[in-house]
């Protein structure tokens, strides 16, 4: 009775093996794919990104990875693409951007917010730089926020509740603010 037992258990165990799944999965997009990572690879920036930035903001570049300082390559993977990520920020259901922007010793974030045909955007030109930031290259990072709730206890004790998509502003590891939808504007919630 017993050798029958251990047949029908090792027969089960074989059965559930089976890795393949049913429905097969739907393939993603990369937005999705982003959100599920954090990942967002070069590749995923789209043209119409990078042709709108150039015509809106001569003098500007979207910086590659060589301006980003060394120290900063410590707390992320070399295929982060810390410059650009993508979200539905104003749950329109349309991708929105956020890219950043540098000229000279400037740096800007810029929000891009898809229309039917194309974007308009919002520029937050305040972007705190160090000392370090200067002399050795960039060390911010946008990276998706999904909805929830963010709680900050220093300086002061205070609460944000995000009912769709953001986009967090990194200072190496440190989540400096986050960009969100209030309803009519981008709005921001600064985190230290």
């Known amino acids: 009775m017993m050798r029958v037992f251990l047949f029908f258990l090792l027969a089960i165990s074989a059965g559930c093996s089976d890795q ?8 993603r997009k990369s937005l999705v794919k982003a959100h599920d990572q954090f990942v967002i690879t070069t590749s995923d920036m789209p043209d119409e990104v990078q042709l709108y930035m150039a015509s809106h903001f001569p003098g500007w570049k979207i910086p590659v990875t060589a301006d980003y300082n ?6 992320y993977n070399l295929s982060v693409v810390p410059y ?27 929000i891009l917010l898809g229309t039917a045909d ?17 002399v050795d290259g960039l060390q911010h ?3 998706p926020e999904p909805p929830g709730q963010i709680d ?6 205070k609460s944000l509740v995000l ?11 440190n989540r400096v603010c986050v960009f969100y939808w209030d309803g009519k504007q981008v709005a921001i ?4």
């Open 20 to 27: 393949s799944t049913w429905p097969p999965p739907k393939k």
């Open 141 to 143: 990072c946008l990276l």
């Open 152 to 157: 900050v206890a220093y300086p002061a004790i």
């Open 118 to 134: 194309s974007f308009t955007h919002v520029v937050f030109n305040n972007l705190k730089r160090t000392t370090a930031d200067q």
């Open 163 to 173: 009912p769709s998509n953001g986009i967090n502003l990194l200072h190496l590891e």
């Open 70 to 75: 060394t120290s900063f390559w410590s707390f």
């Open 84 to 110: 650009f990520t993508a979200v539905d920020l104003n749950d329109d259901q349309l991708v929105d951007y956020g890219v950043l922007l540098k000229q000279r010793d400037s740096v800007q974030l810029v």
């Open 189 to 192: 919630f600064e985190t230290i």
